[in-house]
C-alpha cells in the first residue's frame, strides 16, 4: 500500500519531527524531555517513514541494525556512569565541559548527563524500531 | 573504585560485551565465565571487607543518602552476594553443554549476565524504589530466559510466571509509593528510622500487607504458590536450576530485609500472621510434592516447602531463628541447584524426568548415584549432611521461643520430605528400567567434565557445610544480629548524609 498523502506528509513531517526530538534530547537534563520521549519522538518519524516506504525499502536505508543501536545506546549509557569513576568521582555522577556560547543556543553546557541521554536515546530507537519492523514483515 | 560497585558492574560490563560479539559464542563464553570468576572473587572481597570493617556504604552519583540512591552491604547481603556468585559460575560451566548450541546463540549470554546483575542488584541496593527496579531488570531477563526454545508447555509456564510477578510488582509498587506519600523518603534507613517514629497503624499494617503479598508471590508463599510449578520445570535445566536455586530467594532475601528493618516483626498481630503462613507453606508445599511424578516438578514444589523453613525462621525473630533462616537459605541454594543439575543428567541419560519412565541409574551409574543420594538426603535434613543442621537451628529456635505447632510441623514436614527424596530414589535409581519405555537420551555414555564438575563440586560443598557448617554458622548469627539491631544499619547509611 503506497498512499500518496501519506509518502508526501511523511517527506514533510520526518525533518520536523526528528528535529524536535533532538532538541528534546537536548534539552532533557534540566527541563521537561530527555532520552526516552527524545527517542520515542525520533522513532515516530522513522515508522512514518516505515509506513510510506515499506519496512524492506527501508531497511536498506539503514546504516546500522536496530539490534546495534540497542547495545551502542546501552554501551554508551554505561560510559557516562564509568567515566566519572576514572577522575576519582561517584558512579554515575556528573561530569561538564567547561561551557561556552554558541549564535543560536546560547549558553552551551555538555556534559556525561547528555551522553547518558543520548545512550536512552539510542535504547529507545533500537527498540522500537526491532518490533516494527517484525510487526511490519510479519504483516 | 568501590568494592560494592564490583557486583553490578562486573555482569553488566559482561552484558554489554556479550551483545557487542552476539555472531561468536566461543568469545561470549570466555566473557561471561571470566565475568562469572570475577563476580565471585568481588563478592567474596566484599565479605570480607564488611567482616573486617562493618557495614559498607556506596553513594550513587554523589548524592547524600536520603536524595539519591545509596548501595548497602551488611553481612547479610554479602554472603547472598558470594553464594550468589557461586551458584552463577558454577551454573554457567554447566550450561555450556547442558544447552545446545542453538541455545546459546539466542542472547543467552547476555540474558544470564543482565540476570546476575539484576539478582546482585537487589542484594546491594538500600533505596525501596531501586529494589523495585532490579527486581523488574531481573525479572525481564527471566522472562525471556524462561521462554527460551519456544516450547507450548514452556510458553504457557512463562505466560503464567509473567502475569502473576507482574501483578506482584504492582503490589510492591503500591507499597512504595504510599511509604513514599507518608515518609517522604525511598532510602529504606530513612524509611525506618521516620517508622519507627511514627505510630501510624494504618500506614504501618496496610504496606506490611502490600509488601508481604508482593514477597510472597516472588518467594511462593502459602496461597500464592502455584505459578512455581507450573513454570519452573519448563525451560532447559540449566535455567531452571538457576531459577530454582536463586530467584525465589531474592524474594526471601527482600522479605528478610524490610521485615527486620523497616517494619521489626515483634509487634503480636503480623507475627502470629507469619506464624501461620509459614506452617501452611510447609505443610502444602511438602504434601503437593508427594504427589508428584516428574522430578523436576517434585522438586519445584519443594522449594515451596522449604520456603516454609525461612519464613518460620524470620516469623520466630530471635537472632536464633534468623540466623537458621539465612543459614537454611545458604543450604538450600546450594542443595537445590544441585539437584535441578542432577535433573539434567538423567534427562541427559534417560530422555525423561518422569519417574514412571526411568529407572536402573545406579546400576548404570553408582557413583552419579551417590552423589544425588547425597544431595537428597541432606535436602530432607539427614545428618550430618547441610540439610540436618539447617532445620536443626530453625526448628531448635522455635523450640526455645515455645512455638510447639511450628516445631511439630517442621520435623513432620521433614519426614515427607524425606519420603519425596526416597521416591525418586527407588524409582529412578533402583527400580529396574519399565519394559514399555526405551529409556534412551541424547547422551547415555560418560558425562563430559563441563556436566560433571558442577555436580562434584556442589555436592562437596553440601557435605562440607554439613561438617564444617560451624564456621559459617558463625557468620549467619553475625549477620543476624546485625539484622536484629537495625540502628547499625541506619547510622551507617544516615551517617554517610552528613
Known amino acids: 500500500m503506497h498512499s500518496v498523502i501519506i509518502i508526501l506528509s511523511a517527506r514533510l513531517l520526518c525533518p520536523i519531527l526528528m528535529a524536535m526530538a533532538i532538541a528534546f534530547l537536548y534539552r532533557g537534563h534540566n527541563d521537561p524531555g530527555g532520552g526516552f520521549i527524545g527517542g520515542l519522538l525520533f522513532t515516530a518519524a522513522l515508522i512514518l517513514k516505515i509506513l510510506a516506504i515499506g519496512a524492506e525499502e527501508f531497511e536498506k536505508h539503514l546504516w546500522m541494525q536496530p539490534k546495534n543501536f540497542l547495545s551502542s545506546g546501552l554501551i554508551m549509557a554505561a560510559s557516562a556512569g564509568i567515566m566519572p569513576l576514572f577522575v576519582g568521582k561517584a558512579f554515575l555522577e556528573s561530569l561538564w565541559f567547561p561551557t561556552f556560547t554558541l549564535p543560536i543556543l546560547g549558553k552551551v553546557h555538555i556534559g556525561s548527563p547528555l551522553l547518558f541521554d543520548l545512550g536512552v536515546f539510542m535504547v529507545v530507537i533500537g527498540f522500537v524500531l526491532t518490533v516494527v519492523i517484525d510487526f511490519e514483515e510479519a504483516a | 573504585m568501590s568494592p560494592l560497585l564490583l557486583p553490578l558492574l562486573v555482569p553488566f560490563i559482561a552484558a554489554l560485551c556479550c551483545t557487542l560479539f552476539s555472531k561468536s559464542l566461543k568469545v561470549q563464553r570466555s566473557i561471561s565465565l571470566i565475568a562469572a570468576v570475577f563476580h565471585l572473587a568481588a563478592s567474596f572481597n566484599l565479605l570480607q571487607n564488611v567482616r573486617s570493617e562493618g557495614i559498607q556504604v556506596y553513594l550513587n552519583g554523589g548524592w547524600a543518602a536520603n536524595i539519591g540512591i545509596a548501595l548497602v552491604a551488611d553481612l547479610f547481603s554479602s554472603i547472598m552476594l558470594v553464594i550468589t556468585g557461586l551458584i552463577s559460575l558454577v ?129 511462593a508463599l502459602f496461597p500464592m504458590f502455584l ?15 538457576l531459577f530454582a536455586g536463586l530467584l525465589t530467594k531474592v524474594g526471601i532475601y527482600a522479605m528478610i530485609r524490610t521485615f527486620t528493618l523497616i517494619f521489626p516483626l515483634n509487634n503480636g498481630l503480623l507475627q502470629e500472621f507469619f506464624y501461620v503462613i509459614a506452617i501452611l507453606t510447609m505443610v502444602v508445599g511438602v504434601l503437593c510434592a508427594a504427589s508428584q511424578f516428574e522430578i523436576r ?163 562437596i560443598c553440601t557435605f562440607a557445610l554439613g561438617i564444617w557448617g560451624e564456621l559459617i554458622f558463625n557468620i549467619c548469627v553475625e549477620a543476624a544480629e546485625q539484622l536484629l539491631n537495625p540502628t547499625e544499619y541506619i547510622n551507617a547509611v544516615m551517617g554517610e548524609a552528613k
Open chain 2, 227 to 241: 505459578w512455581l510449578p507450573a513454570s519452573y520445570h519448563t525451560p532447559p535445566v540449566s535455567i531452571s536450576s
Open chain 2, 91 to 219: 551454573v554457567l560451566i554447566y550450561s555450556l553443554k547442558e544447552m545446545s548450541d542453538k541455545l546459546q546463540s539466542r542472547a543467552y549470554f547476555p540474558l544470564f549476565n543482565f540476570l546476575m546483575m539484576g539478582v546482585n542488584g537487589s542484594f546491594v541496593t538500600g533505596d525501596i524504589f531501586n529494589l523495585y527496579v532490579w527486581f523488574e531488570v531481573m525479572l525481564l531477563s527471566s522472562f525471556i530466559l524462561l521462554a527460551m526454545g519456544k516450547k507450548p508447555d514452556q510458553l504457557e509456564g512463562a505466560i503464567k510466571y509473567v502475569t502473576i510477578n507482574l501483578f506482584s510488582s504492582i503490589l510492591f509498587l503500591s507499597g512504595a509509593a504510599i511509604i513514599y506519600a507518608k515518609t517522604g523518603s525511598l532510602n529504606m534507613a530513612d524509611i525506618a528510622m521516620r517508622i519507627a517514629e511514627s505510630s501510624d497503624e494504618k500506614l504501618l499494617n496496610s504496606t506490611a500487607i502490600l509488601f508481604l503479598s508482593s514477597f510472597g508471590i516472588k518467594s
Open chain 2, 297 to 459: 516438578k517434585i522438586l519445584s514444589v519443594h522449594i515451596v516447602s522449604q520456603i516454609g523453613y525461612m519464613i518460620l525462621g524470620l516469623a520466630l525473630f530471635t537472632p536464633l531463628g534468623i540466623a537458621g533462616a539465612i543459614f537454611y537459605l545458604l543450604h538450600n541454594i546450594i542443595v537445590k541447584t544441585n539437584l535441578f543439575l542432577f535433573s539434567g543428567v538423567i534427562l541427559r541419560k534417560k530422555g525423561s524426568c518422569d519417574l514412571k519412565k526411568i529407572g536402573g541409574l545406579y546400576k548404570v551409574n553408582p557413583g552419579f548415584a551417590t552423589l544425588f543420594a547425597l544431595s537428597a538426603f541432606a535436602l530432607a535434613g539427614v545428618p550430618p549432611l547441610s540439610g540436618f543442621w539447617a532445620k536443626f537451628v530453625v526448628l531448635k529456635a522455635a523450640a526455645d521461643a515455645h512455638e510447639y505447632l511450628l516445631l511439630g510441623s517442621g520435623l513432620a514436614v521433614g519426614v515427607v520430605t524425606l519420603f519425596s527424596m526416597t521416591k525418586i530414589w527407588a524409582e529412578a535409581f533402583w527400580k529396574k528400567q519399565p519394559e514399555e519405555y526405551p529409556g534412551v537420551g541424547e547422551d547415555t555414555g560418560n558425562q563430559p567434565w563441563q556436566i560433571m564438575l558442577p555436580i562434584v563440586f556442589l555436592t
